[in-house]
């Protein structure tokens, strides 16, 4: 326990709470379109935030990929199973049954996530734990520059939704570039800045979290036709920039841990149960947080509002959970007796 990279468990937290905001607006409450584009503006490094993680505290694999297998991807099929038929019989008890919403869907779910908007997540990560072990042979022996070339290409990748524009690009499975492109980029980044940048300078951190921001205002106001979903999501190269200066700037406070803090200690459970804070956050928010009516007149507050709610609602719901018999099949982890 003494060898915790505290810091990771930071991130994770952060971004686990940056997916709940992103969730968070309530439908027709009133909330104008700048402060729903400002919300997935600022959330949307979430998901980068947490593959990077994954890559900083897995890459390269040291066992057998047997092994690894066995203890990562395990860990995230039984939780994804269960949530995936949870969520069915929530949309079930809601839709009724037909034919059309219970075989294809079963017979669907090694192949795509059904119901549980959240699951995609799931999915993704468990291609990226396949891919780790045959990635990391050559991560193993790799140098800096080398690693920072592939992180180029990936870039370029990130660049198509801005260059597109002015030269024809092949984004498809005939791209020159399309092997390179995807979250793969985000979990080798991870081990990049873990393994090789020990530190950045505050306003280096500040300048890749704010000129991001400064394009998507100056596009707004100077009225710039663009497809918000495609130049300001996960895989845009403004939304990795933010990540990197995220993890950058968390990675800062360089906070050792020692298992006699009682904040250490909280950081690491809240930590360890953030697998099953992102999994249950959408049911807690839309059947329990979202009905009370008295949160429909806040404005913007009402977004802080119900991201604290459901964060900590979902956080006592999986640390009950925890303490349960098979829990690591339900939200990936069990409280040690």
Not at 43 to 50: D, M
Not at 107 to 128: E, H, N, T
Not at 179 to 187: A, H, I, K, N, S
């Amino acid at each position: 326990m003494n060898s915790r990279v505290l810091y990771l468990d930071i991130i994770r937290i952060f971004a686990c709470l940056m997916i709940i905001a992103m969730h968070a607006p309530i439908p027709k409450t009133g909330l104008s379109s700048y402060v729903l584009s400002t919300d997935s503006l600022l959330t949307a490094p979430g998901v980068g935030l947490f593959v990077m993680v994954s890559g900083a505290l897995l890459l390269p694999v040291n066992m057998p990929t047997k092994q690894f297998l066995k203890r990562r991807v395990g860990k995230i099929v039984f939780p994804t199973l269960f949530w995936t038929f949870f969520y069915m019989l929530v949309y079930w008890q809601m839709y009724g049954l037909n034919i059309d919403n219970v075989w294809h869907p079963i017979i669907s779910i090694p192949f795509s996530y059904q119901f549980g908007v959240v699951l995609w997540f799931m999915y993704m990560l468990a291609g990226l734990y396949l891919l780790a072990p045959i990635i990391s042979p050559w991560l193993k022996q790799v140098g800096m520059r080398e690693l920072e070339f592939y992180l180029i290409l990936w870039v370029i990748t990130l660049c198509y939704p801005y260059i597109r524009g002015f030269v024809g690009v092949n984004e498809g499975h005939t791209g020159i570039l399309y092997y390179f492109g995807g979250y793969v980029g985000y979990f080798i980044l991870g081990f990049y800045l873990r393994t090789y940048v020990k530190s950045l300078a505050v306003w280096k951190c500040l300048t890749l979290l704010l000129f991001p921001l400064s394009v998507a205002v100056v596009m707004k106001t100077q009225q710039v036709t663009i497809q918000f979903y495609d130049s300001f999501w996960y895989l845009s190269i403004l939304v990795a920039m933010m990540g990197g200066g995220w993890f950058l700037l968390i990675k800062r406070m360089d906070i050792k841990y020692t298992n006699t803090s009682k904040l250490h200690s909280l950081i690491v459970l809240v930590s360890n149960c953030c697998f099953g804070i992102y999994l249950v956050h959408i049911f807690v928010m839309r059947s329990l947080i979202w009905k009370w009516t008295l949160l429909y007149d806040l404005g913007v507050i009402q977004i802080l509002v119900v991201t604290l709610f459901t964060f900590w609602g979902s956080f006592l719901l999986t640390w009950l959970i925890s303490y349960l018999p098979g829990a690591e099949y339900i939200i990936g982890f069990r409280q040690k007796k």
